[in-house]
């Protein structure tokens, strides 16, 4: 049996209570003010909170779940909208749907419906995802040192607010009201990625999903289907408006494959494009034959880059 909104008048079995208690006194949780900077809805007064077991605990207005927070693998929070009949079963989502029992692997196969805000500490840091847009607009990043545990994250935190522009709330106004944007890449694609919260790296897209030729995957090498060869320009920039004739006689860092899953939903926006030329053409593919997920070079890795090759990183 699932455990149910904690009462310390009500005295469950002394092992079940002491569990919920102990989980309710010291699960970290974010205020209302920093839920703000993160696109989150803030925690009415009026709302229920309910924990369901240790790992999960739920926000109810009247019979709707609007708030999740999930500490399984550190802390999760996401915004939704689940229909629920007496805070025991899911209402069918169509007229001819039926009523679902409420419990926890059918409450976390529905997605959220705004942002999602995540601390991991296994090397996945924070970030804050566009459950609408299937993007992260906000992460943290290399440079600012592994997140390891909850007192790292709230100094992240901390440190993100009092960084946060004059103008950061009409930014992330806009970011809240951008509706999912969808792009086909191809080969001579010119993308941007963020290497910082408000700067960018520079990649060139080599070969597109037609261009790959993933004929010989073999078990130990596994170039995924969806793959792109991606160079990386030695380049960063604080902003987008950049000349991008002088940016690709840049120099590039060694190629990489990844997944055309963040350029598609345009979480690497496609700035511009240009015909591959022979230099371009000549680049040598990735060393390692495995598709990442993602552009994996950080800031660091291309200023070091710029730094032992006597680059300049000016346009």
Known sequence: MIPRKWNPEIPASAENHKTLLE?????YELSN??????????????????I????????????????????????????????TVQRSFISGR????????????KLLKIKGCGTQFSIS???????????????????????????????????????FIQNALPNYFKWLEKQLAERRK???????????????????????????LKGLDVSNTMSDIF?????????????????????????????????????????????FPIIAHRPLCQKELDIPLPIENSTAATIFYTKTDIHNFIKDNNFSNSL
Request: proline share 2%; hydrophobic share 35%.
């Open 23 to 27: 989980a309710y006194m010291i699960k």
């Open 33 to 50: 003010t920093q839920r703000k900077y993160f696109g989150l809805v803030p925690v009415s007064k009026s709302w229920d909170r309910e």
């Open 52 to 83: 369901f077991n240790e790992n999960i605990f739920i926000y109810f207005n009247q019979n709707e779940i609007v708030k999740i927070l999930d500490y399984s693998y550190g802390y999760l929070e996401y915004d939704t909208n689940i229909h």
């Open 94 to 105: 169509t007229v001819k749907g039926r009523n679902q029992k409420l419990t926890i692997p």
């Open 121 to 159: 500490f296994k090397g996945g840091g924070i970030t804050v995802y566009d459950n609408k847009r299937n993007i992260f607009f906000i992460k943290s990043y290399f440079e600012d040192g592994q997140i390891k545990d909850i007192e790292e994250a709230k100094n992240w935190i901390n440190k």
């Open 182 to 208: 969808i792009q086909h890449a191809k080969s001579g694609d010119i993308i941007a990625f963020n290497i910082g919260q408000n700067e960018y790296g520079f990649a060139r897209i080599l070969k597109g």
């Open 223 to 267: 170039i995924h289907p969806r793959s792109l060869t991606v160079a990386t320009y030695a380049f960063t920039s604080e902003n987008l408006f950049i000349d991008i004739d002088k940016l690709i006689s840049k120099k590039t860092l060694p190629s990489i494959y990844v997944l055309d899953n963040e350029i598609y939903y345009s979480q």
